[in-house]
């Protein structure tokens, strides 16, 4: 079974640019999430989807943070402007309702 | 918001020795996860505890949920050098399947 797909694994852009990160679930997973992990420190959620409703946004920046989940498969994260303290590798993950987690490899950002 | 603390947040011990890492929520949990990332890698799922008082081992890893179901425990016995990562614990709170992951407990292993 094919695991959650992420791209570009790695990413560097000057401050004020913008970046957009891509995710595939594990198939038949309604329940999709983007994390933000910081080195050093645990993943913390900034959006959960639903299929291609939102559930919990309320830890994403929304003033420069955007994601969207159009046909309840695929997702996209997007930063605009990005700010240096965006450094962090941005995990996508999914799930059956309710179940295990089951990560990407992440996406690692810096930007300078 | 919910809190997950885990602690100690390093740990180094000699390849043989026993390891334990605590996670305690300040609120009370519907259920914690276990997670383990290897070094430049990602969050692996190793184990989900749902009652009170539960206790679960995969081989040299046991898992204890607390009575009040606020803390939960890893102790690895006889630690190899495979065991090294960062270990994770993450709740969810009552009718939320948020997780809430806590800051990681750092396993050095020296042979």
């Known amino acids: 079974e094919a695991g959650v797909a992420q791209s570009p694994r790695y990413k560097i852009i000057e401050k004020r640019q913008s970046v957009a990160f891509w995710c595939n679930p594990i198939?038949?997973?309604?329940?999709l999430y983007w994390y933000q992990q910081i080195l050093g420190q645990g993943p913390k959620l900034l959006i959960q989807f639903q299929n291609n409703g939102v559930v919990d946004d309320s830890q994403l920046p929304k003033d420069r943070f955007s994601a969207e989940r159009l046909k309840g498969v695929d997702s996209t994260l997007k930063i605009q402007p990005a700010k240096l303290e965006d450094s962090a590798v941005y995990l996508c993950?999914?799930?059956?309702?309710?179940?295990?987690?089951?990560f990407g490899e992440g996406s690692w950002l810096t930007v300078v | 918001g919910q809190q997950v603390m885990q602690i100690p947040q390093y740990q180094h011990v000699q390849e043989g020795e026993d390891f334990t890492t605590y996670c305690n929520s300040s609120t009370t949990l519907s259920n914690i996860q276990w997670y383990k990332q290897r070094p430049g890698g990602h969050p692996v799922f190793l184990i989900q505890l749902v009652k009170s008082g539960e206790v679960k081992k995969q081989k040299r890893l046991t898992f204890q949920f607390g009575e009040a179901k606020k803390n939960s425990s890893l102790h690895i016995t006889a630690t190899q050098t495979t065991d090294v990562g960062t270990y994770f614990c993450a709740g969810s709170g009552a009718g939320s399947y948020q997780l809430t992951f806590g800051k990681g407990t750092k396993l050095s292993v020296i042979p």
């Open positions: 993950a999914s799930s059956e309702q309710g179940n295990t987690i089951y």
């Open positions: 198939s038949g997973h309604a329940t």
